[in-house]
């Protein structure tokens, strides 16, 4: 019959196999990085990978993701062509979700972009609960889209603003009316405003592509940074 080492390896890939299948089916899909996104999902281990690979296929796939999502209000935008490299083809127009508005009340975004905002509403909404008591109702922010290049430069790499793939935030606003700024609450004597704007930014980090806080540079002391370009950051 077979030789011991072949059979060996004939039980290893059966033991392999059988693993992998009582993985798929005990183990919550956002901890599995070849199940697709599941925007309702809370955050694991293959959260990152499973949204790299969403915003790599075809943009129909997540304008879908973006239809079914639970309690996300958002509609897809039309398309802005400009003369510039500056713009976008698809995109969605985001309210926030069910119980969290933006202030002003829309941005425009690339649909990755978007599907991580709804992700991270519903995160920071658990996040105001557990410091602060009371549930995210608002968030403050400077918008997405802003043609122009990097750091302001008038030559080299375009801002991720140029193509609505990045957003500024400013601040959250809670039901019971209190509003955590960046600029003030970051280095301030609250500590739970501290803490809640801390595991806000490393929540978005678990998300996004690039996150930057005040923790970065001077020009982020009163606002995050986050987007869905090519880059990695997390600071
Ligand atoms: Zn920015």
């Known amino acids: ?35 697709e996104l599941d925007p309702d999902a809370p955050l694991g281990f293959a959260t990152k990978s499973q949204m790299l690979r969403m915003s790599l296929m075809p943009s129909e796939n997540c304008m879908n993701l973006a239809r079914d999502a639970e309690t996300f209000n958002s509609i897809p935008a039309d398309p802005k062509e400009t003369k510039s490299v500056c713009g976008w083809n698809v995109a969605r127009v985001v309210y926030g979700s069910a119980t969290t508005v933006l202030r002003p009340g829309e941005a425009n975004m690339q649909c990755p972009l978007a599907i991580g905002t709804y992700m991270w509403l519903n995160e920071i909404d658990a996040l105001a609960q557990e410091h602060l008591g009371s549930n995210l109702s608002r968030v ?38 209190r509003v955590i700024s960046v600029l003030k609450d970051w280095n301030g004597k609250d500590k739970d405003r ?7 930014r490393n929540k978005a980090c678990k998300i996004f592509r690039v996150t930057l806080s005040p923790d970065y540079n001077k020009a982020h002391r009163d606002h ?12």
């Open 140 to 177: 403050h922010h400077v918008g997405t889209y802003s043609c122009r290049r990097q750091n302001g430069n008038s030559s080299g790499r375009w801002s991720e603003h140029a193509f609505a793939n990045a957003w500024d935030i400013t601040g959250f606003e809670l039901a019971d009316g």
């Open 194 to 200: 501290k803490a809640f704007l801390r595991d806000t």
């Open 1 to 35: 019959m077979w030789k011991r080492p072949v059979l060996i390896f004939l039980i290893l890939i059966v033991l392999a196999a059988l693993s992998a299948v009582a993985l798929d089916r005990n183990v919550p899909s956002e901890h599995l990085p070849w199940r």
């Open 224 to 235: 995050f940074h986050v987007d869905m370009g090519p880059s990695m950051a997390c600071r």
